[in-house]
């Protein structure tokens, strides 16, 4: 399915703890993108990295943090200071040269 | 800002009747406009994109129709079948200095009558 992964599929977290949404491709892509999506909603971009060790902001930065150390990865933090984390959780990549981005399977994160 | 502006929001047609979808887009360096599926619980999938050097794009029983000077472009289903219930979503990027980043519109449900 396009050689991107996202792990878990399902997490739960209490209020006031951080967590990590795992984000890994190997499709040699070097921009990857995390997106939100409320239930009924569209995908609101987070965050994105067209290049190791480079990522900006998107629409709803806050409270998220990620990092770009290799390549293949680009892992999520959502942290205690995003005041309403429960969504699905998408991450993408693209080619450089190109703009057609392919999708994970999502990760589904419910706070409890 | 970049914006993205999808309609309408909800869609039922008949099946074996056509559905047309339609976004409009406020970034006039936008050339990219690419189209998702995205079916309940799943990651969206791209079915068709279109670039701003082409007019119009068919894949079978879909096509895309790209009107830079208006900002509009539309994606038009066919002969719908009942699998062709979904979520879509249309998009458009920039070019790659500009950050390439996509911006989504807010989605369209369409459901096919049987």
Request: hydrophobic fraction near 30%; glycine fraction near 8%.
């Amino acid at each position: 399915d396009g050689g991107i992964t996202q792990s878990p599929k399902y997490l739960f977290r209490k209020e006031g703890q951080n967590v990590t949404l795992s984000c890994e491709q190997n499709l040699n892509h070097d921009a990857m993108y995390w997106y939100r999506q409320d239930p009924g909603q569209g995908l609101r971009l987070i965050y994105y990295s067209q290049i190791v060790n480079d990522f900006q902001k998107g629409d709803i930065a806050e409270g998220y943090s990620v990092s770009r150390e290799k390549k293949e990865s680009f892992p999520l933090t959502v942290t205690s200071a995003q005041k309403n984390p429960t969504a699905f959780y998408l991450c993408a990549s693209s080619k450089r040269e190109g703009n057609e981005q392919f999708f994970g399977p999502g990760t589904r994160l419910t706070v409890l | 800002g970049e914006n993205v502006e999808q309609h309408p929001s909800t869609l039922s047609v008949q099946e074996g009747d056509s559905a047309v979808i339609k976004c409009t887009y406020s970034d006039s360096a936008s050339n990219y406009f690419p189209w998702y599926k995205q079916e309940l619980g799943k990651r969206p999938q791209l079915i068709i994109d279109i670039r701003s050097n082409v007019g119009e794009k068919k894949d079978q029983r879909i096509a895309v129709t790209l009107n830079k000077t208006a900002k509009h472009f539309s994606l038009h289903i066919t002969e719908t079948q009942p699998e062709d219930s979904a979520v879509y979503f249309c998009a458009a990027s920039g070019p790659y200095s500009s950050a390439s980043k996509i911006i989504f519109g807010s989605g369209t449900r369409l459901s096919i009558r049987p």
